[in-house]
């Protein structure tokens, strides 16, 4: 998977980020393309144009279905796969190459199905009436919309709804920090994973399953005789897990194709999640080679559903109740905060919603940005491929189960020296961040709810004003939609305040 080779035998990130946008939104408004285009340093200028799409998309469903559908069809053009010397366009990738394909082992796990949702929070663990009301606090708090709490008590209304042993995922990142792997697997699932030949992470994957009453189904990869390397029989192997481990894993990037047939050999209805991630311009190839396996499969199955996590640090067109209650923080602000009040003064802090928009049919709504400029372009491409294929999909008629996660403690966050101290010091903004398994388990749930309930939003016929609804649905968004302040103006005070309190 590759980024094009411009004029000047370079591949660049930022000019292939600048033109995929600017194709986006060019026969929506050719206004905002040629501002796009003419960005000249598109790391430092990619949020206001971002803005500016997300608005227009806002105007209508026609709106935001051509600027997915111009967005996807832009980077599938100018993404080519590469291996060795040849280098194709991306939709002929998997007719290009005869791949060996790949074998498969499946490990099973040794439990018995779990049959109550909790949740790990905070050293603890949460089952029940304690689980209920922690998610009314979320919602009361204004950390998650009141259709999370609706979705939540209906899963936990649904103790059934939690056994997955009918239920085929296939995840791309499986061993991801925030792929639902292991409550799938505790649920029951069988689950098809697509993660690194690395041997550490097959090691964590395959103790979880033994642990679990759910299945790993694991690519092999075959020698140059097209053998793998050790004897399967009917797709289990003995219990040598070792073995499984030292042979097991796949190059998302590089084996796409390979990756895609070993998918395509999955007998049931299956769901296929994506979660892989790397940092920087990595993330948009797993993306992009993530989006040409959807779009094989989808194309010749029909028996796909698709699994999406949006992340809270993008811009949203959000409802209004979300900008009344930011509005009232903001009048609020500063009681019982002696810190805040010299800030105010000084200008330090800006409002979240200094405007309201309205859409074409006459709907206010607020537009919610929470870029981390830190997280660069890169990451914002990689995030709105998968916005737009999940909108793409779901007005194609397929199924497609996309849920907004929370701020999260991830090892990616905490590399960052800046990013993490600024989490940490979120708290005092009224943005909780969460740990990653707090975040892994309640997505899942989320999930299971998309999947098991017939009027979720995850299915085509239930009725959007705007497809973009679809993320605001069940959204937890960590507090970010309804705080007080614009993140980016609280980022650096948070950070300080962060620092300190982890030094104390």
Not at 80 to 105: I, K, M, N, W, Y
Not at 266 to 284: I, K, N, R, S
Request: glycine share 8%; aromatic share 6%; with cysteine.
């Amino acid at each position: 998977m590759c980024f094009p080779l411009g004029g000047d035998d370079r591949r660049s990130t930022s000019a292939t980020g600048r033109a995929i946008f600017a194709d986006s939104i060019r026969a929506i408004d050719p206004a905002i393309a040629a501002r796009i285009e003419h960005t000249r340093d598109w790391r430092k200028g990619y949020i206001p144009p971002l803005r500016d799409i997300v608005l227009a998309a806002a105007q209508s469903t026609e709106n935001a279905l051509s600027i997915s559908r111009h967005g996807l069809a832009s980077a599938e053009q100018r993404f080519t796969f590469c291996r060795g010397d040849t280098e194709v366009p991306l939709h002929q990738a998997t007719s290009a190459f005869e791949t060996r394909g790949l074998a498969s082992v499946t490990v099973r796990g040794r439990a018995a199905s779990e049959g109550e949702l909790s949740v790990p929070y905070k050293g603890g663990r949460l089952f029940g009436d304690e689980l209920r009301r922690q998610v009314d606090s979320w919602v009361a708090r204004g950390i998650a919309e009141p259709s999370f709490g609706t979705a939540m008590h209906l899963v936990l209304d649904n103790p059934d709804w939690m056994d997955l042993r009918d239920i085929d995922i296939a995840l791309l990142g499986a061993g991801a920090e925030m792929a639902p792997t292991r409550s799938l697997l505790r649920w029951g699932a069988r689950v098809h994973a697509v993660d690194l030949p690395r041997p550490g992470i097959w090691e964590r994957l395959t103790a979880i399953t033994r642990s679990t009453a759910g299945s790993l189904r694991i690519p092999i990869a075959l020698d140059a005789d097209g053998n793998p390397p050790f004897v399967v029989e009917g797709d289990v192997h003995p219990d040598d897990d070792a073995t499984i481990c030292g042979a097991a894993g796949v190059d998302l990037i590089s084996q796409m194709p390979e990756v895609r047939t070993w998918l395509a050999e999955t007998e049931h209805p299956f769901v296929l999640g994506t979660y892989a991630y790397a940092d920087g311009a990595q993330h948009v190839r797993l993306s992009m080679a993530s989006d040409a396996i959807v779009t094989s499969l989808v194309g010749e199955r029909s028996d796909i559903t698709l699994a999406y996590l949006a992340t809270p640090t993008d811009v949203f067109v959000v409802p209004m109740e979300c900008v009344e209650a930011s509005r009232q923080r903001w009048e609020s602000r500063g009681i019982g905060s002696l810190f805040q009040a010299p800030l105010r003064i000084a200008r330090q802090f800006e409002p979240n919603y200094p405007n309201v928009y309205a859409t074409a049919s006459g709907t206010s709504v607020g537009l919610n940005d929470s870029i981390i400029p830190q997280q660069g372009p890169n990451y914002i491409l990689a995030k709105r491929i998968q916005r737009w294929r999940a909108l793409v999909a779901r007005a194609d008629g397929i199924p497609v189960s996309l849920n907004l996660a929370p701020a999260t403690r991830t090892r990616s966050v905490v590399r960052n020296r800046a990013l993490a101290a600024a989490y940490a010091g979120a708290d005092r903004f009224g943005v909780e961040v969460f740990d990653p398994s707090t975040s892994t388990t309640l997505m899942a749930a989320m999930l299971v709810h998309d999947l098991r309930n017939p009027t979720s939003t995850a299915h085509p016929d239930t009725h959007l004003d705007n497809p973009m609804d679809l993320f605001v649905s069940g959204a937890n968004h960590g507090g970010l939609w309804r705080a007080a302040y614009a993140p980016r103006s609280v980022l650096g005070i948070a950070a300080v305040l962060g620092m300190f309190e982890s030094r104390a």
